[in-house]
């Protein structure tokens, strides 16, 4: 079955610009999760969607949201951009989401470069 | 908050040797993952265990559950430059995230 997609996969953007990042999950997933990933701070966790509902936040600025539509896939928008946040991007899908041994399944990531 | 500390941060070594790997914290876990990235992708799900004291066999990998589901460790056997990558421990606590640790990049060398 086909995995877990992430577009763009790099792109580079100028500090004060706003950025759309996409995830389509895997098939018949209903849970999506973003994490936010540095070389200073590792894996950070953004927010959670389950059925287009944000069930859990992680601590980013208002800047950082998501949204989650009808058919699952899920998108996360970044406004005016620091360089702070040139970073890598995942998505990740589950049945579920965490809890109850689900399986967590990552996309590739997006590589996002601020200038 | 939760937290989990992995160590060593770095790992070089010679191809056939041995190596373990730690996730610890304070926190109790429900279960722990261990996760294997390479370069320019994403993390590939490497092993979960559940159960306090759980022990789970992966090839030359033995993943270890500490007894009160706050720690574990990956321990790898004769390893080969194909092994080489970073290892992530990711926690499964409180709410619909996940904890990660900081990541073990281990090199082997042939």
């Known amino acids: 079955k086909a995995g877990v997609t992430q577009t763009p996969r790099y792109l580079i953007k100028t500090r004060g610009q706003q950025v759309t990042l996409s995830c389509s999950p895997i098939?018949?997933?209903?849970?999506v999760s973003w994490y936010q990933q540095t070389p200073g701070q590792g894996l950070q966790f953004l927010f959670e969607?389950?059925?287009?509902?944000?069930?859990n936040k992680g601590n980013f600025p208002g800047r950082f949201s998501g949204r989650q539509f009808s058919n699952s896939r899920s998108e996360m928008n970044v406004s005016t951009l620091e360089l702070g946040d040139s970073a890598l991007y995942l998505c990740?899908?589950?049945?579920f989401g965490t809890g109850s041994g689900n399986t967590i399944y990552f996309g590739e990531g997006s590589w996002l470069t601020v200038v | 908050t939760q937290l989990l500390e992995q160590s060593p941060q770095f790992l070089s070594i010679q191809e056939g040797e041995n190596l373990t790997v730690y996730c610890n914290s304070s926190?109790?876990?429900?279960?722990l993952q261990w996760y294997r990235q390479e370069p320019g992708e994403g993390p590939v799900l490497l092993v979960t265990?559940?159960?306090?004291?759980e022990v789970k066999k992966l090839k030359r990998l033995t993943f270890q559950f500490g007894d009160a589901r706050k720690d574990s460790s990956l321990h790898i056997t004769a390893a080969q430059p194909g092994d080489t990558g970073l290892y992530l421990c990711?926690?499964?606590?409180?709410?619909?995230?996940?904890?990660f640790g900081e990541g073990t990049q281990l090199t082997v060398n042939p």
């Open positions: 990740a899908s589950s049945l």
């Open positions: 098939s018949g997933h209903r849970s």
């Open positions: 969607y389950f059925s287009e509902t944000q069930r």
């Open positions: 926190s109790v876990f429900s279960s």
């Open positions: 265990v559940v159960t306090g004291g």
């Open positions: 990711a926690g499964d606590g409180s709410g619909s995230r996940l904890t």
